[in-house]
């Protein structure tokens, strides 16, 4: 019964102006809500956390190619964000939106691959040399020869 009530009060905390929104740290999702107990009324408080999403996102680094080819490589960074809220539960089990955190995020996963192809060679080495582009499965890859 109480996890329908904090399943029921999260969809209208994002609604309510008491409740206040935090900026991304890195962490677990156990130790989430417990950087915010400063903010509840006493101890005998506590909060639930109710994950609302996640996005993950790829970053390269510096592109550096090899030789004389169009063959590049860089580092590249994957990192997992997960949302959610940290949902007050008073000493009676009841949620609270005024003491609710809303769109907490945390980054639960980042990983960092070294040295990885991003670019290919496309082309002979002709007249005008070879050209790069994206390797596969990295579309944004800004393939640009040095000059």
Request: one cysteine or more; glycine letters at 12%.
């Amino acid at each position: 019964m109480r996890c329908t009530a904090i399943l029921a009060a999260a969809a209208v905390i994002g609604m309510t102006s008491g409740a206040f929104a935090a900026a991304a740290t890195k962490g677990t999702i156990a130790d989430q809500c417990a950087a915010y107990a400063n903010s509840l009324p006493n101890v005998k408080w506590g909060f639930a956390w109710v994950e609302t999403g996640s996005t993950t996102t790829t970053t390269i680094g510096d592109i550096e190619f090899s030789g004389n080819s169009g063959t590049g490589f860089a580092d590249v960074t994957t990192e997992t964000v997960t949302t959610g809220n940290c949902v007050a539960i008073n000493p009676a089990g009841q949620p609270n939106a005024d003491h609710s955190i809303t769109g907490v995020e945390i980054v639960t996963d980042s990983t960092t691959e070294e040295h990885v192809k991003v670019c290919d060679t496309v082309g002979g080495h002709g007249s005008g040399g070879p050209t790069t582009e994206p390797a596969e499965g990295y579309p944004d890859a800004e393939c640009v020869l040095p000059e």
